[in-house]
């Protein structure tokens, strides 16, 4: 143990010894009932019965208010004990909220043994000490910002749920907690996670930083691919299991529904890090797949996947060019697309956007732009969400950090380009392929329009010849119009959807996945997918059902299954000092004068209690009725 404020224990020896002088000095009167008085005439002689600097006697109510003395001294010292924890005034603590810390370790989860070191944090922090609470995972939230109201934080700390969209790249939480600790030197960061993290490499923290490690159990299989297509005479369902367990093989049964029944149940016998693949034919009018892995395992999120039929359903996609054979058999290549060839020489567009939702200007950019989401592909002139302002040759590829949907399962490292156009994207845009001068690839959305802008010609390119092209395709596709593409009606959790609806529709209501319902008057529709399961959006014209579609919401994460705990993380601190932060080389204060305190105000009623003993019964007896005997009694005394 040690001590904040050493110099409050001098208190001790100044007031211990007047209290005990006050004792000494004491007169000790005492009265006793006689007959008479004259023999006890030297009784009221004060020379002889009150001599001072008498012998101290036995009495608890000196050693109850010496006790009390003590307590108060000793907690104005402010004693501490190192714990582990934090040292800081200001402290910014990062919570991983991801999907992963859905984990179950001894029957509960990362996320709820987070907010518990968390709110041990909070409690750790010095008076007049404040803390910023950043939860991060998906969309980054500051439920609590710079305050030391105790109950704000918890309250702050409490409210954090578990986010399944996004990833835990913590690029942008230790952005802000920079910013935030570089305002006092006594700051500190906290990093709450499993560390199954992304940490940006060139970012420094100014300031000390802890990380507080979360989970045990490594075991975790999941289902990382459930696809529903057409098939020659029906369906065909793909199935597939991968156990993420670094170790140990995992045996699971793999049951499959349709419909709601149980259609058939598989036994798997995964080894670490292998996956294992189904296939099977199904009946056409088959309309929602499920599949359930059976038994215990770290993570059960994982653990269940849907698919929905398309079987019959196409989405319109419009192309506007003069022609691209690459273009047009990769978009023969995806199931469930249809794809309408306009001249380029159209200027007026009958369509709406809910007959077609997509449009491809391959090379052109007409004088009316088209309803609905677009696809620019190398811009000859600028529109009103890009300007053009020249050429760019020969330009690098270098995806934006981070990981885009649109880049999902694409590598572009051995794409060659031999012209782009320069385009200055607006604030909409998001850079998903930088280069040096242009961005080769933006994507974003704008007044309810998703809008994807390529800057470069593919016959330009040797894009189309490899194998990257299809899937980046795909990605574009399905990022235009959720639902399509190669994973028909297939939506990323916690990535925004906007679906847009024919004006002659009257009413639209989403169902979620636990039943819960958007309904909206008109369209278009916008909503972010943070449940698992099947979502159900119905469209109505005067009350009568115009159309149905569903789409799924699975967790098809990889960095998410694997949950085994990391011990340290690297993290550039102030001077670039690459730190393998663990919780045995943090050492925080835990003061206890509180503690302290709240024992000296229990002594003290305890000291009155004693004082008043007499009075005490007096008022007991009386309360029952029967008069107090004060024969042979000793009256209450003033101090």
């Given at each position: 143990?040690?001590l904040l404020a050493?110099?409050?224990l001098?208190?001790?020896?100044?007031i211990?010894?007047?209290?005990v002088?006050?004792y000494?000095?004491?007169?000790r009167?005492e009265?006793?009932?006689?007959?008479?008085t004259?023999l006890?005439?030297?009784?009221?002689r004060?020379?002889?019965?009150?001599?001072?600097w008498?012998?101290?006697?036995?009495?608890?109510?000196l050693f109850?208010?010496?006790?009390i003395m003590l307590l108060?001294?000793?907690a104005?010292?402010r004693p501490?004990?190192f714990t582990q924890?934090?040292a800081?005034?200001?402290l910014?603590?990062?919570i991983?909220r991801?999907a992963?810390?859905?984990?179950?370790?001894e029957?509960?989860s990362?996320l709820?043994?987070?907010?518990q070191?968390?709110?041990?944090?909070?409690?750790?922090?010095?008076d007049?000490g404040?803390?910023?609470?950043?939860?991060?995972g998906g969309r980054?939230?500051?439920p609590?910002?710079?305050?030391a109201?105790l109950?704000?934080l918890?309250?702050?700390?409490?409210s954090?749920?578990?986010?399944?969209?996004?990833?835990?790249?913590?690029?942008?939480?230790?952005?802000?907690?920079s910013?935030?600790?570089?305002?006092?030197?006594?700051?500190?960061?906290?990093i709450?996670s499993?560390?199954?993290?992304t940490?940006?490499a060139?970012?420094?923290?100014?300031a000390p930083v802890s990380?507080?490690?979360i989970g045990?159990?490594?075991?975790?299989v999941?289902?990382?691919?459930?696809v529903?297509?057409?098939?020659?005479?029906g369906q065909t369902?793909f199935v597939?299991?991968?156990?993420?367990?670094p170790?140990?093989?995992?045996?699971?049964?793999l049951?499959v529904?349709?419909?709601g029944e149980l259609?058939?149940a598989?036994?798997?016998?995964?080894q670490?890090?292998v996956?294992?693949s189904?296939v099977?034919?199904?009946?056409?009018?088959?309309?929602?797949v499920?599949a359930r892995?059976?038994?215990?395992?770290?993570?059960?999120?994982?653990?269940?996947?849907?698919a929905v039929?398309?079987?019959g359903?196409a989405?319109?996609v419009?192309?506007?060019?003069?022609?691209?054979r690459?273009?047009?058999t990769?978009?023969a290549?995806?199931?469930?697309?249809?794809?309408?060839?306009v001249?380029t020489?159209?200027t007026?567009?009958?369509?709406?956007?809910?007959?077609?939702p997509?449009?491809?200007?391959?090379?052109v950019?007409?004088?009316?732009?088209?309803p609905?989401?677009?696809?620019f592909?190398?811009?000859?002139?600028?529109?009103?969400?890009?300007?053009?302002?020249g050429?760019?040759?020969?330009?690098?590829v270098?995806?934006?950090?981070?990981?885009?949907?649109?880049?999902?399962n694409?590598?572009?490292?051995?794409?060659s380009?031999?012209?782009a156009?320069?385009?200055?994207?607006?604030?909409?845009?998001q850079?998903v392929v930088?280069s040096?001068?242009a961005p080769?690839?933006?994507?974003?959305?704008r007044?309810?329009r998703r809008?994807?802008?390529?800057?470069?010609d593919l016959l330009?390119?040797?894009?189309?010849?490899?194998v990257?092209f299809?899937?980046?395709?795909?990605?574009i596709?399905?990022y235009?119009?959720?639902?399509s593409g190669?994973?028909?009606?297939?939506l990323l959790?916690?990535?925004?959807?906007?679906?847009q609806?024919d004006?002659?529709?009257?009413?639209?209501?989403l169902?979620?996945?636990?039943?819960s319902?958007?309904t909206?008057?008109?369209g278009p529709l916008?909503?972010?997918?943070?449940?698992?399961?099947?979502?159900?959006?119905?469209?109505y014209?005067?009350?009568?059902?115009?159309?149905r579609?569903?789409?799924?919401?699975n967790?098809?994460?990889?960095e998410e299954?694997?949950?085994v705990?990391?011990d340290?993380l690297?993290?550039a601190?102030?001077?670039?000092?690459?730190?393998a932060?663990?919780p045995r080389d943090?050492e925080g204060?835990?003061?206890?004068?509180?503690?302290?305190a709240?024992?000296?105000?229990l002594v003290?009623l305890i000291?009155?209690?004693?004082y008043?003993?007499?009075?005490?019964?007096a008022?007991f007896?009386?309360?029952?009725?029967?008069p107090?005997?004060?024969?042979g009694?000793?009256?209450?005394?003033?101090?």
């Amino acid at each position: 143990m040690s001590l904040l404020a050493p110099l409050a224990l001098i208190g001790a020896a100044i007031i211990g010894p007047l209290i005990v002088a006050m004792y000494l000095l004491k007169l000790r009167r005492e009265d006793r009932t006689v007959s008479s008085t004259f023999l006890w005439r030297r009784m009221v002689r004060d020379v002889e019965a009150n001599a001072p600097w008498q012998r101290l006697r036995p009495n608890w109510l000196l050693f109850l208010q010496l006790l009390i003395m003590l307590l108060l001294v000793l907690a104005l010292a402010r004693p501490f004990f190192f714990t582990q924890g934090i040292a800081g005034r200001n402290l910014v603590i990062i919570i991983d909220r991801s999907a992963s810390m859905g984990a179950i370790d001894e029957d509960t989860s990362r996320l709820a043994a987070a907010k518990q070191q968390a709110i041990q944090l909070v409690d750790q922090l010095p008076d007049g000490g404040r803390a910023t609470i950043i939860a991060t995972g998906g969309r980054m939230e500051v439920p609590a910002s710079a305050t030391a109201d105790l109950r704000e934080l918890r309250d702050a700390i409490n409210s954090i749920e578990l986010s399944i969209g996004g990833s835990s790249n913590l690029a942008q939480a230790l952005t802000l907690a920079s910013a935030l600790v570089s305002r006092d030197e006594q700051s500190e960061v906290a990093i709450i996670s499993e560390g199954n993290v992304t940490i940006p490499a060139d970012l420094e923290v100014p300031a000390p930083v802890s990380y507080f490690p979360i989970g045990q159990r490594t075991d975790n299989v999941a289902i990382s691919a459930l696809v529903l297509q057409p098939g020659l005479t029906g369906q065909t369902l793909f199935v597939q299991a991968t156990n993420y367990a670094p170790e140990a093989p995992a045996v699971r049964r793999l049951d499959v529904y349709l419909d709601g029944e149980l259609f058939n149940a598989y036994n798997l016998t995964l080894q670490p890090g292998v996956e294992e693949s189904i296939v099977a034919d199904v009946p056409p009018d088959v309309e929602i797949v499920e599949a359930r892995l059976s038994g215990d395992d770290g993570l059960p999120l994982d653990d269940r996947a849907w698919a929905v039929s398309r079987l019959g359903e196409a989405t319109n996609v419009r192309v506007i060019g003069p022609g691209n054979r690459f273009l047009a058999t990769g978009l023969a290549l995806l199931p469930g697309v249809s794809v309408t060839t306009v001249p380029t020489t159209t200027t007026t567009f009958e369509e709406t956007a809910a007959q077609i939702p997509v449009t491809i200007l391959d090379g052109v950019v007409p004088p009316t732009l088209p309803p609905g989401n677009l696809f620019f592909i190398a811009p000859p002139r600028s529109t009103e969400f890009f300007s053009v302002t020249g050429l760019l040759e020969f330009p690098s590829v270098r995806p934006a950090a981070g990981e885009d949907p649109l880049l999902r399962n694409v590598s572009l490292s051995e794409v060659s380009i031999l012209e782009a156009v320069r385009i200055v994207p607006g604030t909409w845009a998001q850079v998903v392929v930088d280069s040096d001068g242009a961005p080769l690839l933006v994507a974003g959305e704008r007044d309810g329009r998703r809008i994807v802008v390529l800057t470069f010609d593919l016959l330009k390119s040797d894009l189309p010849l490899q194998v990257a092209f299809p899937l980046l395709l795909s990605n574009i596709i399905n990022y235009l119009a959720p639902g399509s593409g190669a994973d028909a009606a297939l939506l990323l959790p916690g990535e925004p959807v906007t679906i847009q609806i024919d004006p002659e529709i009257s009413e639209v209501r989403l169902t979620m996945p636990d039943g819960s319902q958007i309904t909206q008057a008109s369209g278009p529709l916008f909503f972010e997918p943070e449940q698992l399961g099947v979502y159900t959006l119905e469209e109505y014209r005067d009350d009568e059902l115009e159309a149905r579609l569903r789409y799924t919401v699975n967790l098809f994460a990889p960095e998410e299954s694997r949950i085994v705990p990391q011990d340290a993380l690297a993290v550039a601190q102030t001077g670039g000092i690459q730190s393998a932060i663990t919780p045995r080389d943090q050492e925080g204060r835990q003061e206890f004068w509180r503690w302290l305190a709240a024992v000296a105000l229990l002594v003290l009623l305890i000291e009155w209690l004693v004082y008043q003993r007499s009075g005490l019964v007096a008022l007991f007896e009386r309360l029952r009725g029967r008069p107090h005997d004060t024969a042979g009694q000793r009256p209450a005394r003033s101090r």
